[in-house]
């Protein structure tokens, strides 16, 4: 497989994004030792926030997995810019994050969260398997129904 | 004491579960250079979801203690799984997440995140000790009242 | 600059706090190799919980960013605490979550958690820039708006 992330995404017929910039105090990705920490990631279409509602609302189960198949590739945008885009120097995902705007009646935010987890192993192979915690908000930044954020581990 | 987590459970009249096997592109243990991070577990009894509902609603503070605690013995099975039993490869517990299902007007995170900090502490002592960030949330999977996750370090 | 973290604070025209002390079997701040993880912090007004209330409800948004600016002290004062108040001990910041209870409705949370990223990077300079994820929960301990955990990277 090649080394690129932006020819693997390419290569499932996907489009990795430009990485969002923040527009506040914070920055979207820190390496500390080994480890890469990435900011919170939204669904976004164009560079505009998509997919507003929750889950067990006026999102259905098959537009959370999309929009958090969006919010993936937004992850997987910032560990482009933080490699250079080269793959060789990841070790692995270790972490991911799922923050699912959902009702209280909600109960399916695994469903939801494989979205994500599905599109980082197709992705990234071996590498792209990692521990997760996908947890139901009451509302999300934007009111976008799905939030990503993720620790990755980085060569010496 | 015993280096065995499964027999230190034991004496505290316990029972370490099975550890629940991921249904998806996800996996439950990661270990990243001394770090351990576990995925979000939540209450099962008989490998089942238990204690259904939310703090301030169906269920009771008490029962919400309860689902801590059984969350917490799911982390120890992993925790268990990883170290192949052994407790001499642990340094300590790091740092614990407490999600819990909860009404907008319920405020005794503390106290339920409690049950899991002491089930924690008692089986690992000074090991057991640990920082922790405890909210309310909206729903859970399964619709459990409680889910769990967590960082250990290991011996180099 | 100063590498006192109170002092800096003060030229502020702000104030370091008394860092809090849990009230149960956990800890407020844990050393793990370069990293250390400090306990979710709530405001805390004469050692009382302040700003009580969901954003979107009793809560304004300007309320909220100081509910966030309050909690920040309170996760300096432990930053203080570990290190003897000695910033050359620090690296970096590394990572901020920020939980805001909040309706259903709101969208705002990237604004309330400027309040705490603006006074991180006011007090600690380069130091100060980090990643972070901002939701809305359900509900906080003792009925706060806002609540913050962090990550710091030491020296060796």
């Known amino acids: ?61 098959a537009e959370g997995i999309n929009a958090a198949e969006l919010a993936a590739l937004g992850l997987l945008a910032q560990l482009s810019d933080a490699l250079g885009d080269d793959l060789s120097k990841l070790v692995r995902i270790i972490r991911l994050g799922v923050f699912i705007a959902a009702t209280p009646q909600f109960q399916r935010q695994g469903a939801v969260a494989n979205g994500a987890s599905n599109l980082l192993v197709n992705t990234l192979g071996d590498k792209g398997r990692h521990v997760r915690t996908a947890i139901g908000v009451a509302s999300l930044p934007s009111g976008v129904a799905v939030e990503l954020d993720a620790i990755f581990e980085l060569t010496p």
Do not use: C, W
Request: proline residues 8%.
């Open 1 to 61: 497989m090649s080394e690129s992330l932006r020819e693997r995404i390419e290569q499932l017929g996907l489009h990795l994004p430009t990485p969002s910039q923040p527009i506040a105090n914070y920055i979207n990705h820190v390496v500390s030792q080994n480890q890469l920490f990435i900011s919170g990631q939204i669904p976004l279409l164009d560079g505009k926030p998509a997919f507003i509602g929750r889950l067990g609302e006026v999102i259905s189960e």
